[in-house]
């Protein structure tokens, strides 16, 4: 039954959202450094997509909350549009549709992950390699804002899934609605997603911001080639 329909997630969808990945933190024996990042003016936080969901992401916006006292405004995939009332209520979005500039007048951070499923659903031939291509939106959208990019990374997340092919290629050859992918991945108990995903202890850093005049005084290739390289030192590390 449609979400939009029931009005069932207005108020119960962040609740449900907080509880399971707090839930998830233990699971996965998360750990965050550099969260002082976060504790200042608003950012763009840009991470890492593990597969196949960005856990450690989803992870950081319950540790924001519980300092900040709100999500962080995540980008999520446009599939997404088929449930307003969760969007609204968890205070993601699928686009720049006027309140990022709203959150980010009221000092509120923002959150996407540039290699989206492309990077998630990938086969176990490629863990921990940042594969954005020319995706460079999320430096044009910082610029728009004025704000600094926080760069984010965490290891464990590509070992929560055994990745068996490449998910978005697939997706889009067999046209599946909404652009989304077709992957296929294993767990302890079977398949994605029925089962759940190995317990892989989760350990995320947060790196120091690209300032919003580091961003600028580049081209946009050049300060995407540049938080995409922060990134991966991350993972390397």
Request: proline share 7%.
């Amino acid at each position: 039954m449609a979400l939009r329909s029931t009005g069932w997630a207005m108020g119960r969808a962040r609740t449900l959202w907080l509880g399971y990945w707090r839930a998830m933190q233990r699971y996965h024996r998360y750990s965050v450094d550099g969260i002082e990042h976060l504790l200042g003016d608003p950012v763009l936080i840009v991470g890492y997509h593990g597969r196949p969901v960005a856990h450690d992401l989803c992870m950081l916006t319950v540790a924001a909350y519980d300092r900040l006292g709100y999500l962080p405004h995540a980008v999520m995939h446009g599939a997404f549009d088929r449930w307003p009332e969760l969007l609204k209520d968890l205070g993601f979005v699928t686009g720049d549709d006027g309140s990022l500039a709203a959150a980010v007048g009221r000092g509120e951070h923002l959150l996407v992950a540039p290699g989206g499923t492309r990077e998630g659903c990938r086969s176990f031939r490629h863990r921990y390699e940042v594969s954005w291509g020319p995706r460079c939106g999320y430096v044009k959208l910082a610029l728009k804002y004025g704000i600094a990019i926080a760069p984010v990374a965490a290891v464990g997340v590509d070992d929560t899934y055994i990745g068996l092919n490449d998910g978005y290629a697939l997706g889009k050859r067999v046209k599946m609605p909404g652009r989304m992918p077709l992957w296929f991945g294993v767990g302890p108990l079977g398949l994605w997603p029925w089962s759940p995903p190995f317990p892989s202890r989760i350990r995320q850093r947060i790196g120091t911001p690209v300032s919003p005049e580091e961003l600028a005084s580049r081209s946009l290739t050049e300060a995407h080639e540049l938080v995409q390289g922060r990134v991966q030192t991350l993972l390397d590390e």
